[in-house]
């Protein structure tokens, strides 16, 4: 039997599915870097998916008095939301699509508080590492 800590990394995950969310939460909590990023700061994200192949997927980081949590559902507070095609995320999920030029191209919509975004990007540099771990294992199909 593979121990759980393990076997997280060894199933394929679809992309966007609660297996996937349930697989990027993991990481975040294992990761001393992002224990270290959310330390002293607050943040709510929203990311809404649509025409996903199960239709619009909303899922949510949230940081809280420096716990972080990763979990299907909006944020509450939130203070950033983004919203984008199934296409533009499995995109910029993959590489194939450069996030930034998604965003001035209009294919992700950016609302709320870009300030606190920006303040925030520690956070965001952390769950980089995150996603390029979850992403060797998931599905995009």
């Known amino acids: 039997m593979v121990p759980a ?8 995950v679809r992309y966007l599915s609660l297996d996937w969310i349930d697989a990027v939460a993991a990481e975040a909590a294992a990761s001393a870097e992002v224990t270290q990023a959310v ?5 709510g994200v929203t990311q809404v998916v649509t025409d996903a192949p199960e239709g619009t997927v909303i899922y949510s980081l949230q940081v809280d008095d420096g716990r972080l949590t990763f979990v299907a559902g909006a944020a509450h507070p939130e203070h950033v939301r983004f919203e984008q095609t199934w296409e533009t995320a499995v995109g910029v999920a ?17 609302t709320g508080d870009q300030q606190k975004l920006m ?3 520690a956070v965001f540099g952390a769950m980089s590492a995150v996603f390029d771990s979850v992403r060797t294992r998931t599905d995009y199909e």
């Open 94 to 110: 993959t590489g194939t699509l450069n996030a930034q030029e998604a965003f001035i191209q209009g294919r992700i919509l950016l």
């Open 119 to 121: 303040d925030n990007q």
């Open 5 to 12: 800590r393990i076997r997280h990394y060894v199933v394929a």
């Open 39 to 43: 330390a002293d700061t607050d943040i």
